[in-house]
Every structure is written in structure tokens, then in C-alpha cells.
């Protein structure tokens, strides 16, 4: 069974960084179909980052030159760096992992940037 917990989120300034973690358990074997997603206030769930298959590396339009996802297989961990961040940026982000045709998601983790 596949889990996934976030950690990290809180709240910065405009133009400050956070990262967040996401511990994972059951099998992973690579960081192919590990992803972050965000949902703001009255907003549908939007990408945010992931890595999919030959590790190729997709990032939102608002997340390219300014987030940065990396993650230990071994370890069982993936993370988004964020930098330079923006009010806009304010949202729960969530932790994905598609395994199987399968999405499982974290119960997220709250980032407020404040202007």
C-alpha cells in the first residue's frame, strides 16, 4: 500500500524559498511517477512538477527557473525546492505518486506566501 506524507510547508515572504519533503512508503523503485500538485482556494488541482518516464523532469509554466524537484528512490523521498516565491504560489500542495495507472495522493501540506 502505497502512502505518502508532506512535510515543510508554512509561510514566507514574497520572494523567499521553501522545501517540501514527501516520505514514502511501499515499493519505489524509481522517482518515474513522482509529481507535486497544488490547489489554491477555489482553484481545480493543477501540476506543479513530475517526473516521467526516461526521467525526464515536466514542469508547470509558473514552476520552470524557480522550482526544482529531487528525490532517493532508496530513500524513499522526493522533494520540490521552490524559490523566489510569489503570492500566487500560495496553495496546498500535495504529493502524487501514479503506480499501476494508479494516483495516490498525501493529505498536503499549506504554503502561504504573503506580499
Known amino acids: 500500500q502505497v502512502q505518502l506524507v508532506e512535510s515543510g510547508g508554512g509561510l514566507v515572504q514574497a520572494g523567499g524559498s521553501l522545501r517540501l519533503s514527501c516520505a514514502v512508503s511501499?515499493?519505489?523503485?524509481?522517482?518515474?511517477?513522482m509529481g507535486w500538485y497544488r490547489q489554491a482556494p477555489g482553484k481545480s488541482r493543477e501540476l506543479v512538477a513530475r517526473?516521467?518516464?526516461?526521467?525526464?523532469?515536466d514542469y508547470a509554466g509558473s514552476a520552470k527557473g524557480r522550482f526544482t524537484i529531487s528525490g532517493d528512490a532508496a530513500k524513499k523521498t522526493f522533494d520540490l525546492q521552490m524559490n523566489r516565491l510569489r503570492p500566487d504560489d500560495t496553495a496546498v500542495y500535495y504529493c502524487?505518486?501514479?503506480?499501476?495507472?494508479?494516483?495516490?495522493w498525501g493529505q498536503g501540506t499549506q504554503v502561504t506566501v504573503s506580499s
Open positions: 511501499g515499493t519505489m523503485i524509481s522517482l518515474i511517477g
Open positions: 502524487n505518486k501514479v503506480d499501476l495507472g494508479q494516483h495516490y
Open positions: 517526473v516521467v518516464a526516461g526521467n525526464i523532469e
